[in-house]
């Protein structure tokens, strides 16, 4: 089956701009969950959706958002770029939250910020 | 912020060779999983363990947990250059529906 599809791979934005970032999960899989990952703060948590439903939100500004969609596909948004915005984010999906199988990752969207 | 941490964060073995790495975390928790990742890319599911689970198998990779010390450990056996990658464990709590990550720990398996 096919796999967690994240687009684009590679992003490069400018100070100020905001950027849209797409996750498409495994056929089936209704939680979707966000990750940024960055040297200096490793893997961190920045939301979870099941059935287009926000459960979960870490620990991030507001500028960071997201939504499902009805076929479970998620869109992570981030505004007003800021330099610390560069990382690697992460999509993840599930057929039951994790709680007995795992997580899907997809390859990531590496966002540099200049 | 971090739930775990990981020890060694770096571990250099010879082919055929076992490696252990071991985490640690602070609160209850529904499951523990190990993921590994290579070179900045997707992180990929190695094992799930669940916290009435004492020790689980999967080819090569043995996990255990130790509820009472907040402590699992990952050990891979007969260890291959292609297992070079860094490990990451991850808890999902009892509360809550997010994995907290370690730090992980960078595992280089020469020829």
């Known amino acids: 089956k096919a796999g967690v599809t994240q687009t684009p791979r590679y992003l490069i934005k400018t100070r100020g701009q905001q950027v849209t970032l797409s996750c498409s999960p495994i056929s089936g899989h209704r939680s979707v969950s966000w990750y940024q990952q960055t040297p200096g703060q490793g893997l961190q948590f920045l939301f979870e959706y099941f059935s287009e439903t926000q459960r979960n939100k870490g620990n991030f500004p507001g500028r960071f958002s997201g939504r499902q969609f009805s076929n479970s596909r998620s869109e992570m948004n981030v505004s007003t770029l800021e330099l610390g915005d560069s990382a690697l984010y992460l999509c993840a999906s599930s057929f039951d939250r994790g709680l007995q199988d795992g997580y899907t990752f997809g390859s990531g969207t590496r966002l540099t910020v200049v | 912020s971090q739930q775990g941490e990981e020890d060694p964060q770096a571990l250099s073995i010879q082919e055929g060779e076992n490696a252990t790495m071991n985490c640690s975390y602070k609160t209850s928790i529904n499951n523990l999983q190990w993921y590994r990742q290579n070179s900045g890319r997707g992180l990929v599911h190695l094992i799930l363990?669940?916290?009435?689970?004492r020790e689980k198998h999967s080819g090569r990779l043995r996990v255990t947990l130790d509820t009472s010390k907040k402590s699992s450990s990952l050990l891979i056996t007969a260890s291959r250059a292609a297992d070079t990658a860094s490990y990451f464990c991850a808890t999902k709590e009892t509360s809550g529906s997010r994995l907290t990550f370690g730090e992980g720990t960078q595992l280089t398996v020469n020829p």
């Open positions: 363990i669940r916290s009435n689970e």
